[in-house]
């Protein structure tokens, strides 16, 4: 075990924070969480715990020093440079957790040097994340964390995030779906190269690197090798052993109809996420395998049905939409 730093954690309660308080836990680190204590306030008794809400008062950190913070709940662009400014002198690093949807254009095989979204008016202001709006605004929340701190900002942009705890049911949907089994209506072209990084993978790289006090801008993507579409399917029937039969339809007759599904998007429009994430294996992200994800994801949904929200995209639709594509 290396140095016991203290890390202020901004969050860590709820799926990606959750996994770095636990990763922090784990290697030693003394670790202050700072929320508002609605999000399983029972949670990491061994940690200390400072309620606030970063949206109206920090007054309860002030005369504290950390050796970082890390902020994995920053969306909007005041709160964020509130918390920045008022850290900047309490923290040797301030470890950020963006996104890649900071990037104005999906252009494959892009680095942490493309080109990111632009403000709009009003955007420093904002009380909610508007509709498309969250590119843009994670891109000004990395300003101002490089403003209040030069030198000392550590800005991590992940692509989808999976694993147990993830409320959005992007990969929790695919997983379940080819339990299931049965005719799966899978979207789009079978070789579209898809992203995603299990959120422990992230969660431990992410102390990894502020315990050796790396700076920069780090595209966290995965896995390390190419994924397709069909691969990641093929994962979760295969680790699953369902009978899921998966028939694959185009962009067009899906947008035309209105559809949604999770990790797919009109690729003639959208294009597809494939971004280089060499800067951040070259400081240690290492993977674990698909199917280790795919069979934690489906025992965590087994404890606990209730625990996550589920896609919108019912048996049913999906039924109509495979007989109306087969005939």
Known sequence: MGERLSLLILGGT??????????????????TLF??????????PQAEHVQGDRGRDLSRLDGRRWDAVID??????????????????????????????????????????APLEQPAPGDEDLSNVPPRGYGRLKALCERFVQEAVPDRALLVRPCIIVGPWDPTGRFTYWVERAARGGEVLAPGRPDRPVELIDARDLAVWVVVITERRETGIYNATGPRDLLTME???????????????????????????????????????????????????????IYRPLADTVRDVHGWVAEDPQ??????????READLLSLWNR
Do not use: Q
Request: charged letters at 25%; a negative charge; one cysteine or more.
């Open 14 to 31: 709820r799926f990606v924070g959750r996994h770095l308080t636990e990763a922090a836990l784990a290697a030693g680190h003394r670790v």
């Open 35 to 44: 929320n508002r204590g609605r999000t399983n306030p029972d949670l990491f």
């Open 72 to 113: 994995v709940n920053g969306y909007l662009p005041k709160e964020v440079r509130a918390s920045a400014e008022r850290l900047a002198g309490a923290v040797e690093r301030y470890v950020y957790v963006s996104t890649l949807s900071v990037y104005a254009d999906w252009i494959p095989g892009m680095d942490e040097d």
């Open 231 to 285: 691969g990641m399917l093929h994962a979760c029937r295969d680790t699953l052993g369902s009978d899921a039969r998966f028939t694959w339809v185009p962009d067009d007759f899906l947008e035309d109809r209105g559809v949604r599904l999770p990790f797919w998007l009109h690729e003639g429009k959208h294009g597809y996420n494939l971004t280089d994430h060499t800067r951040a294996i070259e400081k240690g992200l």
């Open 307 to 316: 625990g996550r929200d589920p896609y919108d995209f019912p048996p049913g």
